[in-house]
């Protein structure tokens, strides 16, 4: 039997646990679990880390279960992987083992009047006043600040710090940790790609800073140890894989950059998730960005290897737009629906919906704004809606890819998608009509995981999985060509930007509700 190298890939809305063949990357095996998302209040998003922890469990066992089904060793896994929802700030008791607080998920908007303030004390009131080191905005979106609040707000966390037996991390920390020993010698580690995502990290030194530090009034000696992306940080210390090494670590968004094995200055993926995240490979070079894109650390593939950085533009709301049209409006049924319904239409009929739940990511950064749809007449029906909703994340991805382009000064020839939602043939279409150019999906849709299980398995002492150009397997796609006229595409993509204009400045200050929806 050839290598199996595994992935675990915990993301905001599910848990999964994939095993891939080390020579040709065909998935053998999978497990899903969905996890649930606590909303305490208006713009608060948590999730509870037992919970995760708990889901990567039973991935792991079912898949090991279906293994057997296959007539499959379990001991043909030579490695495991993880790939992790990025930013979502966990703080935990190293001596208990449990956690302080529920984890904050990147999405979460508490944290508003904390930027408001950090940016207040910026010289000029710069939101950007800390990019140079950390190539981020200050932004709810990154740990600190969460982290800061969690300092400022939780009494269990701050005594814990004060006793010393507080420890941060990221969902990637807190899963090595537990999955390497928890509070009997578990690893407190992450990886580059991660800790790029900190606020706390500059990406010229590679490693924590403590001036970045200082502004933040985060204690140091909280922090995992920074590692590179592909190397063995510990072993399985329990369960069905025990003795398995962790050598493989990606933040989401790196991972599926991986995972394309785009590996080459200038290859761009947009990954369609609960948010929307284009990364375009800028290679040993940190390229800043004047259109409000994040320069961010794609990978670093090994202690010795170069660090290589990434041009990312991030959209808060895509996939989740759909589970809220599900959940919230009971428009649809199932996710699926959605492309049944828009299909029926095949037009927005001049409906525009900006999906601001938790304000506007790049490449505008505004925390104020929220969702609107307008457009509306007596003639929109929940069709239109629906493909004003896939719309929505194309025209995202647009403004995103039009900034990249600026930034870089060469257009992007094609882009490569991935994620929960190219499995909509409708979106894809959309997708290149709305871009003007070509998107390449690959038939293997698990792009996140396989960069991940590559990372674990190209790791010093494991060496099963090869990076090597000339040994990379082919991944088959389905390319999807533009249809549209381009001047069509050009007056929607206008109407979209007059409509996010619209959507500005609707929220300034915290503002709590009652159950009777009164403001308090």
Known sequence: MEPLVAAIDQGTSSTRFLVFNAKTAELISHHQVEISQIFPKEGWVEEDPREIIQSIYECINRTCEKLGQLNIEVSNIKAVGVTNQRETTLVWDKETGQPLYNAIVWLDLRTQSTVERLINKAPGKDKNHLKYKTGLPISTYFSAVKLRWLLDNVDEIHEAVVKDRAIFGTVDSWIIWCLTGGKNGGVHCTDVSNASRTMLFNIHTMDWDPELCRYFDIPMDILPEVRSSSE?????????????????????????????????????????????????????????????????????????????????????????????????????????????????????????????????????????????????????????????????????????????????????????????????????????????????????????????????????????????????????????????????????????????????????????????????
């Open 232 to 520: 063995i940080y510990g072993w399985m210390k329990s369960g069905l894989l025990e003795g398995v090494p962790i050598s493989g670590c990606l933040g989401d968004q790196s991972a599926a950059l991986v995972g394309h094995m785009f590996f080459e200055e200038g290859e761009a993926k947009n990954t369609y998730g609960t948010g929307c995240f284009l990364l375009r490979n800028t290679g040993t070079k940190r390229v800043m960005s004047d259109h409000g894109l994040l320069t961010t650390v794609a990978y670093k593939l090994g202690k010795d290897k170069p660090a290589c950085y990434a041009l990312e533009g991030s959209v808060a709301i895509a996939g989740a737009v759909v589970r809220w049209l599900k959940d919230n409006m009971g428009i649809i049924q199932t996710s699926s629906d959605i492309e049944k319904l828009a299909a029926a239409a095949g037009t927005s009929y001049g409906c525009y919906f900006v999906p601001a739940f938790s304000g506007l990511y790049a490449p505008y950064w505004e925390p104020s704004a929220r969702g609107i749809i307008c457009g509306l007449t007596q003639f929109t029906n929940k069709n239109h809606l629906a493909f004003a909703a896939l719309e929505a994340v194309c025209f995202q991805t647009r403004e995103i890819l039009d900034a990249m382009n600026q930034d870089s000064g060469v257009p992007l020839k094609q882009l490569g998608v991935d994620g929960g939602m190219t499995a909509n043939r409708l979106l894809m279409q959309l997708q290149a009509d709305i871009l003007c150019i070509p998107v390449v999906r690959p038939t293997m849709s698990e792009t996140t995981a396989l960069g991940a299980a590559m990372a674990a398995g190209a790791a010093e002492g494991v060496n099963v999985w090869n990076l090597s150009p000339g040994q990379l397997p082919h991944l088959t796609s389905e390319r999807y060509e533009p249809e549209l006229n381009p001047e069509e595409s050009e007056y929607r993509f206008a109407r979209w930007k007059k409509a996010v204009q619209k959507a500005m400045n609707w929220e300034t200050i915290d503002v709590c509700y009652n159950s009777n929806g009164q403001q308090q």
